[in-house]
């Protein structure tokens, strides 16, 4: 049972570049969930899954993109990288969107030039 | 809109002490759920504890206890017999009991560091 797991843990992007950033949960979990933490910021919620096939925006998603196929796997899309992007993303996941505890992975920590 | 605030950026203690940090919420539901999340420079996010609302004793999970004062919206973390492992960046975070949005809002986070 790995938990929530994020790849890459680290990248560098240029401006104008895509990339898509993987979470993946093995615990059957329905919820899911994509954060984004900036300094001073705390965390701010990107996207939201409540079970596969089902995705939703939460308070920062512009410039985001995701897709729910599987209830395993979460994964967070930029289309074209801005600088404004560079943070921390973690992604999380609950049982269901009714469970108050979320589960985050490790982070993965994205620099935009 | 929920707001959290946590208006230590940083604090200190003492190896062995105790210390409380501070947290104030702002909602207008009745039902929600308050968390304190750790995250240690691996900047992996760790629950510490957690309280439901309707509920009136306070949460405890071995040296971590909160104060929940529903009617001041006031949710303290205390550290009691504070430990070098202690040290990390502490988030208060807020989450509501309804729909299928209900999203986890957090404050800015303290760093807390111990002194041996």
């Known amino acids: 049972n790995a938990g929530v797991t994020q790849t890459p843990k680290f990248q560098v992007l240029k401006t104008g570049q895509s990339m898509t950033l993987q979470c993946a949960q093995d615990?059957?979990?329905?919820?899911m969930s994509w954060y984004r933490q900036d300094p001073g910021m705390g965390l701010r919620l990107i996207h939201y899954?409540?079970?596969?096939?089902?995705?939703d925006q939460g308070e920062v998603p512009n410039g985001y993109n995701v897709s729910r196929s599987t209830t395993e796997d979460f994964p967070l899309r930029l289309l074209s990288a801005a600088p404004s992007q560079t943070s921390v993303y973690f992604c999380?996941?609950?049982?269901?969107?009714?469970?108050?505890?979320?589960?985050f992975g490790p982070g993965t920590r994205l620099l935009v030039l | 809109a929920q707001t959290v605030t946590q208006s230590q950026p940083e604090m200190s203690v003492q190896e062995a002490e105790t210390v409380t940090l501070s947290c104030t919420y702002d909602?207008?539901?009745?039902?929600?759920?308050l968390f304190w999340y750790k995250q240690p420079p691996s900047r992996q996010m760790i629950l510490v504890i957690r309280?439901?609302?309707?509920?009136?004793q306070n949460a405890t999970e071995n040296r971590f206890s909160v104060n929940f004062q529903k009617a001041a919206k006031s949710f303290s973390l205390k550290i009691s017999d504070s430990q070098l492992g202690d040290a990390a960046m502490y988030f208060c975070?807020?989450?509501?009991?309804?729909?299928?949005?209900?999203?986890?809002?957090f404050g800015k986070g303290i760093t807390l560091s111990v002194r041996p």
């Open positions: 615990m059957n979990h329905e919820y």
């Open positions: 999380a996941s609950s049982p269901t969107y009714r469970e108050e505890t979320q589960y």
């Open positions: 899954s409540v079970g596969a096939g089902i995705t």
């Open positions: 909602t207008s539901e009745s039902d929600y759920y």
């Open positions: 975070a807020y989450r509501t009991d309804t729909g299928a949005n209900s999203k986890l809002t």
């Open positions: 309280q439901e609302a309707y509920k009136q």
